[in-house]
C-alpha cells in the first residue's frame, strides 16, 4: 500500500528511524512520497532516492559521524572558536555531510530535483535573511532558480544547518541577491503541513515519524533566568510554534511518536550500541502504532 511519509527534526536521535521504516516495510507499506526537516531531511532524501529501511540500518550503522564536525587543530583554541563563530556564523563547516549525501545519491543516479519523480521529495529549510520558511524545491521558484537543477545533497546540508553549529549556506537568486539559508527545524521541525492541507483531502494516507525527548514534557514550563535561557526559550518556541496546532490534532492517528532518552540532538560521537538501541526504539513504537491505526 502507498503512503507518504514526514520525518521530524531529532539530530542523532534520527537514527531512530530505520527501525520504524523497517516495520512499515514488512507490514506492506511503500513510500510514495517523502518529506522531512533537519535530520529527517536526511532520511526523506535516502528514501525518495530508492533506498530501503535495510539500506538504511547498514548506512547509519557505519556513518562515522565525528566526520561531520570535522575539527581541525585550530579549534582547540577558544579565541579561534569564538572569531569563527563571529566571522563565519557556524564553528563547522558542514561540506563532509554534503558530499557524504551526494555520494549516497549518485550510486542511485540522483543529483538534481530532476532525477526523482515529479513531488517525490520536499525538504524543508529556513532563510534567515528573508525571515521566511522555504520548501525546497517548490519554493526556490521564488528566487528565480530552476527547482529542476537544484543540488539534492545541498538542499539537506541546508536543511542541516544548525544555527552556531554549522555555516549558514548561502543561497543565491537570479539577481545575485543572497540569503543566508539555515536548519528547517528553526521554523518547522515536523512539516507535517506539507501532506495535509486544511483546504483539500490528503491524496493518500500518510505518516509522520517525531522525535520526541523521553526525558522532557512537551508542555512543560520553560524557566527563564538568564539571558541565555530566554535564548533557549525563544528557540524552542520557533521550533515549535508553527507545528503544534496540527501535531495536536493528529496525534495518535497519523503520527508514530518515538521517545528517546539518553541521547542529545549534537551527540555527535554515538556508538554502535547505541545506534542499534535506537534502531530497537523506533522499531518497537512503530509496531505498538500499527496495531491500532486505522487509516
Known amino acids: 500500500m502507498f503512503i507518504d511519509i514526514v520525518f521530524s527534526g531529532g539530530g542523532v536521535k534520527g537514527f531512530a528511524f530505520s527501525g520504524a521504516l523497517q516495520v512499515l516495510e514488512k507490514s506492506g507499506y511503500t513510500f510514495k512520497r517523502t518529506a522531512g526537516t533537519s535530520a529527517g531531511s536526511i532520511v526523506a532524501a535516502l528514501i525518495a532516492a530508492g533506498y530501503t529501511s535495510k539500506d538504511l540500518k547498514k548506512i547509519m550503522s557505519e556513518m562515522d559521524t565525528n566526520k561531520l564536525i570535522e575539527p581541525s587543530a585550530r579549534m582547540r583554541f577558544p579565541l579561534f572558536k569564538w572569531l569563527r563563530l563571529y566571522f563565519k556564523m557556524g564553528l563547522f563547516k558542514g561540506d563532509y555531510l554534503e558530499r557524504w549525501i551526494a555520494d549516497l545519491l549518485k550510486a542511485k543516479g540522483i543529483e538534481e530535483f530532476a532525477d526523482l519523480p515529479r513531488d517525490r521529495l520536499k525538504i524543508v529549510v529556513s532563510d534567515v535573511t528573508k525571515a521566511r520558511l522555504v520548501v525546497i524545491p517548490d519554493d526556490l521558484k521564488d528566487y528565480g532558480l530552476d527547482p529542476n537543477h537544484f543540488s539534492v545533497a545541498r538542499a539537506v546540508r541546508m536543511s542541516c544547518c544548525l544555527p552556531f553549529?554549522?555555516?549558514?549556506?548561502?543561497?543565491?537568486?537570479?539577481?545575485?541577491?543572497?540569503?543566508?539559508i539555515v536548519d528547517g527545524g528553526i521554523l518547522s521541525n515536523f512539516p507535517l503541513w506539507i501532506y495535509n492541507k486544511e483546504d483539500e483531502l490528503p491524496a493518500r494516507p500518510f505518516l509522520g515519524?517525531?522525535?520526541?525527548?523521553?526525558?522532557?514534557?512537551?508542555?512543560?514550563?520553560?524557566?527563564?533566568?538568564?539571558?541565555?535561557?530566554?535564548?533557549?526559550?525563544?528557540?524552542?518556541?520557533?521550533?515549535?510554534?508553527?507545528?503544534?496546532?496540527?501535531?495536536?490534532?493528529?496525534?495518535?492517528?497519523?503520527?508514530?511518536?518515538?521517545?528517546?532518552?539518553?541521547?542529545?540532538?549534537?551527540?555527535?560521537?554515538?556508538?554502535?550500541?547505541?545506534?542499534?538501541?535506537?534502531?530497537k526504539i523506533g522499531a518497537n513504537y512503530a509496531r505498538k502504532f500499527l496495531e491500532q491505526w486505522s487509516y
Do not use: W
Not at 165 to 176: C, H, I, N, Q
Open 209 to 279: 515519524l517525531q522525535i520526541v525527548d523521553k526525558d522532557s514534557d512537551f508542555k512543560e514550563a520553560f524557566k527563564v533566568r538568564n539571558a541565555a535561557e530566554l535564548f533557549r526559550g525563544l528557540f524552542k518556541a520557533m521550533r515549535e510554534a508553527h507545528d503544534e496546532r496540527i501535531i495536536e490534532k493528529l496525534k495518535g492517528t497519523n503520527i508514530i511518536c518515538l521517545p528517546v532518552d539518553r541521547v542529545k540532538t549534537k551527540d555527535f560521537q554515538i556508538s554502535e550500541e547505541e545506534r542499534e538501541r535506537l534502531f
Open 165 to 180: 553549529f554549522f555555516e549558514p549556506v548561502p543561497l543565491y537568486d537570479a539577481s545575485g541577491v543572497k540569503s543566508l
